[in-house]
């Protein structure tokens, strides 16, 4: 399937790279300086100027592989699930965040809520989920990069991965969260397309998806039927995994505090949850024209398997130029996430800490995600798994930390009780690494409902005073 020479693909690569980081340059120049300035802007994005962003950062490498792969094998729901599943947590945004912002008018990150709100407790958990669903994610993206340039030209991948990481931990340290966000600007302008150009060349080269969604629906039907339940099944756990954790994804928390009022904010998260939604449905569509065409024989590659059969090599450079602005974009958010999570978390540890020297640590607080993200993607591991069980422990917190945005009678012992109970039930039911035991739904659902059920029954039965409850008032004033 080799399209490119590995000297042309990595030229492509660095250019895009090099772009990207002038650009990041760009939204440096006059930009505040100290720590706070590093990680946040706040009340600075119109509505269309938030879904670009937002939309931007949803679209991941995970577009190019992971749609097209659960086709092949969990049908039509599966793949109608992902899509919803992949607008579901932009619509969780643009409801949580008016209470949040509401609240903490002012927050830096998503641990600042859980610290002042429940306690230690509760802080620490999510502190620890949080970086390891950020350092899981630029993982995959990296890895999607690395395995891609590895397909059309062999590029070995730990050289794929080095560049990448490479120039969009330099341009995000620079810049960072309004690098991000006008490069994310930038680059949604490479993505959506490149993403066009790619379905129409598909399209032309298997003169029309009919005849192959023909032969799937004569010969696959099961994968064609809305009556599928194990897509259904599938469906339902990527709706409840993905949007629990975007709850503890401070990249989109940092975008909803960027929006210039509640009208950008909910206009620019629901635009980019709608948008998503066809491109995953789409691309999903491309794992039934592979299975029907007979070029399915690796379902992760099943997308590539119809778009680089007999394609110029003019476009296989356009393909290297779509999957550094959808790493970059997604990489470069969780990035700055870390440096957001340093400088609201680091002073409390150290309070002698300079301002000087806490703006340079959250620059480079990165390499925490970068060095075993590379790693990873060096041996072109799949991380998959490792996302499954990060969504299992955010499902656990997610009730906890929605109820007690809302309720002023949560106690912070009782969220880390409760969280803790349905992390035990989730982790008692979760499936092993081949997934040959267990049932993912149930994890999820049991780590969901546990939680909500205990506070409930705690609420119902020992009812605390009035004058024992939670002052919000407490969370605007710090």
Not at 335 to 341: Q, T, V, Y
Not at 357 to 381: D, F, K, T
Request: hydrophobic share 60%; aromatic share 8%.
């Amino acid at each position: 399937m080799d399209v490119l020479t590995a000297p042309v693909a990595l030229a492509t690569l660095a250019a895009a790279a090099l772009t990207f980081i002038a650009i990041g340059l760009i939204a440096a120049r006059g930009m505040q300086t100290g720590p706070r300035a590093h990680v946040t802007a706040y009340d600075s994005m119109s509505g269309p100027a938030t879904a670009s962003t937002v939309l931007a950062t949803s679209l991941g490498a995970w577009i190019l592989f992971a749609p097209a792969e659960i086709a092949t094998w969990g049908g039509l729901t599966a793949v109608i699930g992902y899509a919803c599943a992949a607008a579901a947590p932009r619509f969780a945004h643009a409801v949580l965040g008016l209470r949040m912002r509401a609240l903490m008018p002012r927050q830096v990150a998503m641990t600042d809520f859980l610290r002042r709100r429940f306690g230690r407790g509760m802080h620490g958990f999510g502190l620890v989920v949080m970086l390891f669903f950020l350092v899981t994610t630029v993982a995959a993206e990296v890895t999607g990069m690395a395995l891609l340039l590895a397909l059309i030209a062999e590029v070995p991948l730990w050289l794929t991965a080095a560049l990448t990481l490479a120039a969009t931990l330099l341009y995000t340290a620079i810049g960072g969260l309004r690098a991000s966000i006008l490069t994310d600007r930038v680059q949604i302008l490479v993505i959506l397309p490149a993403l066009v150009a790619m379905v129409a060349m598909a399209a032309w080269q298997m003169q029309g998806f009919v005849p192959a969604l023909r032969t799937v629906a004569a010969e696959r039907p099961e994968l064609v039927a809305l009556g599928n339940l194990s897509g259904w099944q599938t469906a339902a756990s990527l709706i409840l995994g993905l949007t629990a954790t975007s709850l503890f994804n401070q990249g989109y928390w940092q975008r909803v505090y960027a929006a210039r009022d509640s009208r950008a904010l909910v206009g620019g998260f629901v635009t980019a949850g709608l948008a998503v939604m066809p491109i995953v449905l789409i691309l999903g569509l491309m794992g039934f024209v592979a299975l029907g065409s007979g070029l399915a024989d690796r379902p992760s590659v099943a997308l590539f398997a119809v778009v680089l059969e007999a394609t110029p090599t003019w476009f296989a450079v356009i393909i290297v130029l779509l999957g550094v602005a959808l790493v970059m974009s997604s990489a470069d958010t969780a990035l700055n996430a870390i440096s957001s999570i340093v400088t609201a978390d680091l002073p409390r540890a150290f309070p002698a800490l300079s301002g000087r020297r806490l703006l340079a640590l959250a620059r480079w607080s990165g390499l925490i995600v970068a060095v075993p993200a590379l790693l990873v993607a060096a041996q072109g591991w799949s991380v998959l798994y490792l996302f499954l069980l990060a969504n299992l422990f955010c499902v656990a917190a997610a009730g906890p930390a929605v109820v007690g945005l809302y309720s002023r009678h949560l106690s912070g012992r009782m969220a880390v009780w409760a969280t803790a109970v349905g992390l035990i039930a989730g982790l008692a039911l979760f499936p092993d690494p081949g997934m040959g035991r267990g049932h993912l739904l149930g994890a999820y659902v049991a780590a969901l409902l546990l939680p909500l059920a205990l506070m409930a029954l705690s609420r119902i039965l020992a009812p605390r005073p009035l004058g024992q409850a939670f002052d919000f008032a407490c969370l605007r004033t710090g």
